[in-house]
């Protein structure tokens, strides 16, 4: 019922974790997770005239096992559901503890003999604050008044007396939402961190610290680390700071015991509690007669060189400095009060130089006000800076001669598509950035540019002879025609829009409620859906009068319904309870020019808007709309356009985010899907000739 740092007594006298072995006759049985045969073969034990203590929950308490605990002992308390019972291992990942709560009630019992038996018995660990109470000090605590009861009372008075101060004892037992016990020597619960392996730490003379760093790591941006230290009685402020310079684990540890150092008053011994074995391991090889080449290029030469310097001058004044190796997020007070510290470090100490933390053989650069080394987030922020030096001297108007208005710039072909609004450059560029370096990004590369070497292209540069396609004899091979138009690459182009129209339906279908995705499906196919039984007749209704119309209907209204009972687009999108239907239409045109886009959703809205005039005849109680979804062959789109459609059918906005992204990935594989085609293709040309 509290960290591993509690004294053990286990049957064999050995213990997993952490502790020292109490082979006391005050014996604790556990009895939360044991079978029913092992509690009987234990009930043997259960002597009232013997001091022991068992925990049991009632779901798996045997009822045999429960007699007998209820004629030998009783219940001292009850640990209600969802108390917090336990501290779980901390995670080296998050660098966090987390508290455990309880699903049932569990008991404490104590035998008839620990009810009856003197205080100083119950508690055989006597403290300062048990020999108040026992000399009479501190008349305030209930456990003095509850000893003076029952040494005033009857034997009944002074066994319940005995039995409050037990109850107060395990009231005292306390442990944080976190799973970190309080740094508070007093408390039951941090009492027993003595027993831990840095218990010895505790009792030494002198100034007791611990130290320690952390390094956190956040996607795109900057590592984050920082450190601390914590003297236990807080015999010295407690301090913390931000650490900079190249991200590793050894920086941030190297300046807690740096600050321990600097504020730990010289004249006293030192103790410092640190769960970093690779700073200790560093300092050792400082006490080498040389001083190697490995040591002397090391990233923190000059953090290092600094914590040795105030070593020494501890040294020189007589006084001790000890290093002791604690177990990093195991529930030890000092060490997780720094580790607590250290995390929310986010300020700069002035007081504290920041060369301390830069690597003397590296190159620096000012990055995000904070000095870093050359990486790949320094790389992508003088790329970006550099594009945008870049664009505003294109976009800066040339001078006219003296009298005449400045001309606006004439920008180049890639750059006036790269800078068209609204057509999903932001996502085309993250996706672009998350590409690896193969030959699938080069064609990319070469598309966005208009450069792909088709056959139109070279010809142009001189290395083609022909700039007509060899496939298909068009007079020019443009990346247009390989795209959207060879009739060679027909069956190509046509896998290339149901992978994405799938991806597209499939996405909505797994991110939307309620909603029904229908792919194929002819008008008269709807009447066929699985419908609730509420809207069984009114669905139906509709598409009987279609078919009764066909049947005995003449002239146009005849044709009318004829031709709309055939129409199939990409899909539909049905809500039975909201009674909305969408009719939906996705299209990989060529996004070349730039109305491309606007020009295809405005063709497919006009192709369906006589079909959803009719349907809204047919449903007049219903929302009957049309959704277009353009995806140019170099991931081009309207974000408002998308953003609009996939609201309407309540996707959320993360999974909005990363269906779109995920489409501009599909529709850049499927425009070198269809390269690969091509190249099949006039490969087996030339082995037919």
């Given at each position: 019922?509290?960290?591993?740092?509690?004294?053990?007594?286990?049957?064999?006298?050995?213990?997993?974790?952490?502790?020292?072995?109490?082979?006391?006759?005050?014996?604790?049985?556990?009895?939360?997770?044991?079978?029913?045969?092992?509690?009987?073969?234990?009930?043997?034990?259960?002597?009232?005239?013997?001091?022991?203590?068992?925990?049991?929950?009632?779901?798996?308490?045997?009822?045999?096992?429960?007699?007998?605990?209820?004629?030998?002992?009783?219940?001292?308390?009850?640990?209600?559901?969802?108390?917090?019972?336990?501290?779980?291992?901390?995670?080296?990942?998050?660098?966090k503890?987390?508290?455990?709560?309880?699903?049932?009630?569990?008991?404490?019992?104590?035998?008839?003999?620990?009810?009856?038996?003197?205080?100083?018995?119950?508690?055989?660990?006597?403290?300062?604050?048990?020999?108040?109470?026992e000399?009479?000090?501190?008349?305030?605590?209930?456990?003095?008044?509850?000893?003076?009861a029952?040494?005033?009372?009857?034997?009944?008075?002074?066994?319940?007396?005995?039995?409050?101060?037990?109850?107060?004892?395990?009231?005292?037992?306390?442990?944080?939402?976190?799973?970190?016990?309080?740094?508070?020597l007093?408390?039951?619960?941090?009492?027993?961190?003595?027993?831990?392996?840095?218990?010895?730490?505790?009792?030494?003379?002198?100034?007791?610290v611990?130290?320690?760093g952390?390094?956190?790591?956040?996607?795109?941006?900057?590592?984050?680390?920082?450190?601390?230290?914590?003297?236990?009685?807080?015999?010295?402020?407690?301090?913390?700071?931000?650490?900079?310079?190249?991200?590793?684990?050894?920086?941030?540890?190297?300046t807690?015991?740096a600050?321990?150092?600097?504020?730990?008053?010289?004249?006293?011994?030192?103790?410092i509690?640190?769960?970093?074995?690779?700073s200790m391991?560093?300092?050792?090889?400082?006490?080498?007669?040389?001083?190697?080449?490995?040591?002397?290029?090391?990233?923190?030469?000059?953090?290092?060189?600094?914590?040795?310097?105030?070593?020494?001058?501890?040294?020189?004044?007589?006084?001790?400095?000890?290093?002791?190796?604690?177990?990093?997020?195991r529930?030890?007070?000092?060490?997780?009060a720094?580790?607590?510290?250290a995390?929310?470090?986010?300020?700069?100490?002035?007081?504290?130089?920041?060369?301390?933390d830069?690597?003397?053989?590296?190159?620096?650069?000012?990055?995000?006000?904070?000095?870093?080394?050359?990486?790949?987030?320094?790389?992508?922020?003088?790329?970006?800076?550099?594009?945008?030096?870049c664009?505003?001297?294109?976009?800066?108007?040339?001078?006219?001669?003296?009298?005449?208005?400045?001309?606006?710039p004439?920008?180049?072909?890639?750059?006036?598509?790269?800078?068209?609004?609204?057509?999903?450059?932001?996502?085309?560029?993250?996706?672009?950035?998350?590409?690896?370096?193969?030959?699938?990004?080069?064609?990319?590369?070469?598309?966005?540019?208009?450069?792909?070497?088709?056959n139109?292209?070279?010809?142009?540069?001189?290395?083609?002879?022909?700039?007509?396609?060899?496939?298909?004899?068009?007079?020019?091979?443009?990346?247009?025609?390989?795209?959207?138009?060879?009739?060679?690459?027909?069956?190509?182009?046509?896998?290339?829009?149901?992978?994405?129209?799938?991806?597209?339906?499939?996405?909505?279908?797994?991110?939307?409620?309620g909603?029904?995705?229908?792919?194929?499906?002819?008008?008269?196919?709807?009447?066929?859906?699985?419908?609730?039984?509420?809207?069984?007749?009114?669905?139906?209704?509709?598409?009987?009068?279609?078919?009764?119309?066909?049947?005995?209907?003449?002239?146009?209204?005849?044709?009318?319904?004829?031709?709309?009972?055939?129409?199939?687009?990409?899909?539909?999108?049905?809500?039975?309870?909201?009674?909305?239907?969408?009719?939906?239409?996705?299209?990989?045109?060529?996004?070349?020019?730039?109305?491309?886009?606007?020009?295809?959703?405005?063709?497919?809205?006009?192709?369906?808007?006589?079909?959803?005039?009719r349907?809204?005849?047919?449903?007049?109680?219903?929302?009957?709309?049309?959704?277009?979804?353009?995806?140019?062959?170099?991931?081009s789109?309207?974000?408002?356009?998308?953003?609009?459609?996939?609201?309407?059918?309540g996707?959320?906005?993360?999974?909005?985010?990363?269906?779109?992204?995920?489409?501009?990935?599909?529709?850049?594989?499927?425009?070198?899907?269809?390269?690969?085609?091509?190249?099949?293709?006039?490969?087996?040309?030339?082995?037919?000739?």
């Open positions: 019922m509290a960290p591993s740092s509690f004294a053990y007594a286990s049957w064999t006298g050995t213990s997993a974790d952490w502790g020292s072995p109490d082979r006391s006759s005050r014996l604790i049985y556990s009895l939360l997770d044991t079978t029913p045969e092992l509690q009987q073969s234990l009930s043997h034990r259960l002597q009232p005239d013997r001091v022991w203590f068992a925990l049991t929950r009632r779901s798996n308490l045997d009822r045999g096992v429960k007699r007998v605990l209820e004629r030998t002992g009783q219940v001292v308390k009850v640990f209600k559901k969802g108390t917090k019972v336990a501290a779980s291992k901390g995670s080296s990942s998050t660098g503890l987390r508290a455990i709560q309880n699903l049932e009630d569990w008991c404490v019992w104590a035998s008839n003999a620990a009810t009856q038996t003197g205080l100083d018995t119950v508690g055989a660990q006597t403290n300062a604050t048990d020999r108040a109470a000399s009479g000090q501190d008349r305030g605590d209930p456990i003095h008044e509850a000893l003076m029952a040494q005033a009372g009857t034997s009944n008075s002074r066994e319940t007396a005995r039995i409050r101060i037990l109850k107060h004892r395990l009231d005292d037992i306390r442990l944080t939402t976190d799973g970190v016990v309080p740094l508070d007093a408390c039951a619960s941090s009492r027993e961190a003595l027993l831990g392996p840095a218990g010895a730490a505790y009792m030494r003379s002198g100034i007791v611990a130290t320690d952390s390094l956190k790591k956040d996607g795109a941006m900057p590592a984050a680390m920082g450190a601390a230290f914590v003297a236990k009685d807080g015999r010295v402020q407690a301090r913390s700071v931000a650490v900079f310079g190249q991200p590793s684990s050894i920086r941030p540890e190297l807690g015991i600050l321990a150092l600097e504020e730990c008053p010289i004249e006293e011994d030192l103790t509690l640190t769960d970093s074995l690779s391991d560093l300092l050792q090889s400082m006490q080498r007669g040389d001083f190697p080449l490995s040591l002397y290029r090391h990233s923190v030469r000059h953090l290092l060189l600094h914590v040795v310097t105030l070593l020494n001058k501890r040294a020189a004044a007589g006084r001790i400095t000890r290093f002791i190796k604690v177990r990093a997020h529930g030890e007070p000092l060490n997780e720094a580790d607590a510290l995390a929310a470090a986010a300020d700069l100490d002035p007081g504290r130089p920041v060369t301390m830069l690597d003397p053989e590296a190159v620096h650069f000012m990055y995000r006000e904070t000095w870093v080394e050359w990486d790949k987030k320094v790389r992508e922020d003088l790329v970006q800076r550099a594009a945008e030096l664009l505003n001297r294109m976009l800066r108007p040339k001078r006219g001669r003296a009298g005449t208005a400045a001309s606006p004439a920008l180049p072909l890639t750059a006036a598509w790269m800078l068209r609004p609204n057509q999903g450059r932001d996502t085309l560029g993250k996706v672009l950035g998350d590409m690896s370096i193969s030959t699938a990004k080069k064609q990319v590369l070469q598309s966005i540019a208009g450069a792909f070497p088709c139109a292209v070279l010809h142009k540069w001189g290395i083609a002879p022909s700039p007509a396609c060899a496939l298909c004899g068009h007079p020019a091979e443009t990346q247009s025609h390989v795209q959207c138009s060879c009739p060679v690459l027909k069956e190509a182009r046509i896998r290339a829009h149901h992978n994405l129209a799938q991806r597209l339906w499939k996405g909505i279908r797994d991110a939307s409620k909603w029904i995705i229908t792919t194929e499906q002819t008008v008269a196919g709807l009447q066929g859906l699985p419908q609730p039984e509420e809207l069984i007749p009114e669905w139906q209704r509709a598409w009987d009068e279609l078919t009764d119309l066909k049947l005995g209907g003449e002239g146009e209204d005849m044709d009318t319904d004829a031709t709309t009972r055939r129409k199939r687009p990409d899909a539909w999108a049905v809500h039975w309870g909201m009674r909305r239907l969408f009719i939906l239409e996705f299209t990989r045109p060529n996004d070349r020019d730039a109305l491309a886009l606007q020009d295809t959703d405005s063709l497919k809205t006009a192709r369906y808007i006589p079909l959803r005039d349907l809204v005849t047919l449903l007049p109680a219903w929302e009957v709309g049309i959704q277009t979804y353009t995806m140019g062959i170099r991931g789109h309207d974000p408002d356009r998308w953003h609009t459609n996939l609201t309407q059918l996707l959320p906005a993360t999974r909005m985010e990363a269906l779109v992204r995920n489409l501009t990935l599909q529709a850049l594989t499927e425009l070198t899907n269809l390269y690969s085609t091509r190249y099949a293709a006039l490969h087996c040309l030339q082995h037919a000739q």
